[in-house]
T-cell receptor, first 113, second 110 residues
Framework: GAGVSQTPSNKVTEKGKYVELRCDPISGHTALYWYRQSLGQGPEFLIYFQGTGAADDSGLPNDRFFAVRPEGSVSTLKIQRTERGDSAVYLC???????????FGPGTRLTVL | QKEVEQDPGPLSVPEGAIVSLNCTYSNSAFQYFMWYRQYSRKGPELLMYTYSSGNKEDGRFTAQVDKSSKYISLFIRDSQPSDSATYLCAMNNNFNKFYFGSGTKLNVKP
């Protein structure tokens, strides 16, 4: 079956612009996670959804970052007023529940010029 | 101090060698320990998952957890060039928030 998909695969934007990154989880997976991975680092937790609600958003670095999952499936990570330091690979993962294996997507590589 | 420390490598070994990868951590509440493999420009994929202390074996891979020392290891036997990737350890005390190491880059030379 299809895995986790993320679009776009690459996004180049200018400082100060707004971007949206999309994640399509595996069908039926209720849990969805967003991570940020900087070059040479491991993934850094941003936010976790159980169904439609954000169960833990403690990893969002500041109020420029926001994520939604309105129907409990697709999720969008939104970044306002982008800064050069936001450049990273943004990874999405999904799992059947909170005690199951996380399946990662290929990531969206964001470059802020 | 980071929650999880991992030597970034790179680690270069000949084909057939035994590889040892390690992580240390500071939070004694961590109970779930995982190893992921990440190929270039791909998302991480789960290799091994261990709950609490002990050993777990799966084919050429063995994961060890020593909670008293806050130290986990992944051993790869009979390493293959296809094992060349970055290996990430991850851990948490519930399934909401995972803490990852920075990854060790492994190169297995034919």
């Amino acid at each position: 079956g299809a895995g986790v998909s993320q679009t776009p695969s690459n996004k180049v934007t200018e400082k100060g612009k707004y971007v949206e990154l999309r994640c399509d989880p595996i069908s039926g997976h209720t849990a969805l996670y967003w991570y940020r991975q900087s070059l040479g680092q491991g993934p850094e937790f941003l936010i976790y959804f159980q169904g439609t609600g954000a169960a833990d958003d403690s990893g969002l670095p500041n109020d420029r970052f926001f994520a939604v999952r309105p129907e409990g499936s697709v999720s969008t990570l939104k970044i306002q007023r982008t800064e050069r330091g936001d450049s990273a690979v943004y990874l999405c993962a999904s799992s059947l529940g909170t005690n199951n294996e996380q399946f990662f997507g290929p990531g969206t590589r964001l470059t802020v010029l | 101090q980071k929650e999880v420390e991992q030597d970034p490598g790179p680690l270069s070994v000949p084909e057939g060698a035994i590889v040892s990868l390690n992580c240390t951590y500071s939070n004694s509440a961590f109970q779930y320990f995982m190893w992921y493999r990440q190929y270039s420009r791909k998302g991480p994929e789960l290799l091994m998952y261990t709950y609490s202390s002990g050993n777990k074996e799966d084919g050429r891979f063995t994961a060890q957890v020593d909670k008293s020392s806050k130290y986990i290891s992944l051993f790869i036997r009979d390493s293959q060039p296809s094992d060349s990737a970055t290996y990430l350890c991850a851990m948490n005390n519930n399934f909401n928030k995972f803490y990852f190491g920075s990854g060790t880059k492994l190169n297995v030379k034919p």
